[in-house]
């Protein structure tokens, strides 16, 4: 099975396990959208295609709760120019 994003409320934060390694996008909440302001991904794992895999995640959670996204860190524009059809969660 393979590892799901989790939602870190208290650290205001999408993770997602990779061994004993987190990769993670750091937020802050508006009253109708989620801003990622920073992804990062432990250095041994980049490259292999975990930080699209973390704001896949964190997108579909944000999608279930019905808010937006605005994109605050180069990682997520990058990503969301890649995947036009997350290009209604763009708030």
């Known amino acids: 099975m393979a590892p799901s994003v989790r939602d870190n ?4 934060r999408f993770e997602l396990d990779v061994g004993s ?11 109708a959208a989620v801003i990622i302001t920073h992804t990062e991904t ?10 699209s ?3 896949k995640g964190a997108l579909e959670l944000i999608r279930r709760d019905g ?9 997520v524009v990058d990503y969301l120019d890649r995947h036009p059809e997350d290009a209604d969660l763009v708030a």
């Open 9 to 12: 409320n208290d650290r205001s």
């Open 21 to 31: 390694e987190i990769a993670f996008a750091n937020y802050r909440l508006t009253p």
């Open 42 to 51: 432990p250095r041994a794992l980049r490259g292999r295609g975990i930080g």
């Open 53 to 55: 895999e973390l704001v």
């Open 67 to 75: 808010r937006k996204v605005i994109a605050g860190c180069g990682f």
